[in-house]
């Protein structure tokens, strides 16, 4: 009878032992969801402050890029036009320029090969061009001589 009450207190000691050990367990893993939670929100935050940061330095940029005097184009080195300002768009595009536009469109022929073999040199070589000189054709039809400063832009 002795060995039988011994073993059931042994057993029962066993069970209060994984029980306790579960429980700190348990504990451990709400503390830790609860840590884990308060810096999602964190990170959520941040991440939503960025963005408004961002989104006013894009806006920022944007008035500044339309309010330069002189005409911007930013390209793709195969001559698509990806932004332009307002300047650019009015003088050669008569407003808005159209989806999908390429610079060529208002380069004249006899131009072109020049212009495609600066812009290479630009974009794999890295130079920069400065004080070039190119006719580019207006809205209107007129020729217009532009000098033309380029450089590589990494987006």
């Given amino acids: 009878m002795i060995c039988f009450i011994l073993i059931i207190a042994t057993q029962s000691w066993a069970e209060t032992a994984a029980r306790k050990s579960e429980y700190q367990l348990r504990k451990e893993e709400d503390n830790a969801t609860s840590e884990l939670s308060e810096q999602a929100e964190k990170l959520e935050s941040e991440v939503k402050k960025r963005s408004l940061e961002q989104n006013a330095l894009e806006k920022r940029y944007r ?10 184009v930013v390209l793709t080195p195969d001559g698509k036009i990806v932004q332009s300002n307002g300047r650019f768009n009015d003088r050669f595009f008569g407003g808005k320029v159209p989806r999908g536009r390429l610079l060529w469109d208002v380069v004249p022929q006899d131009d072109r090969p020049v212009l495609s073999q600066v812009i290479s040199n630009i974009v794999s070589g ?9 006719s580019l ?19």
């Fill in 63 to 72: 008035r500044l890029f339309n309010q330069i005097a002189d005409h911007v």
């Fill in 126 to 134: 890295g130079e920069s061009l400065v004080d070039g000189k190119i």
């Fill in 137 to 155: 054709l207006g809205a209107d039809g007129s020729l217009a001589e532009m000098e033309v400063n380029g450089n590589v832009v990494l987006r």
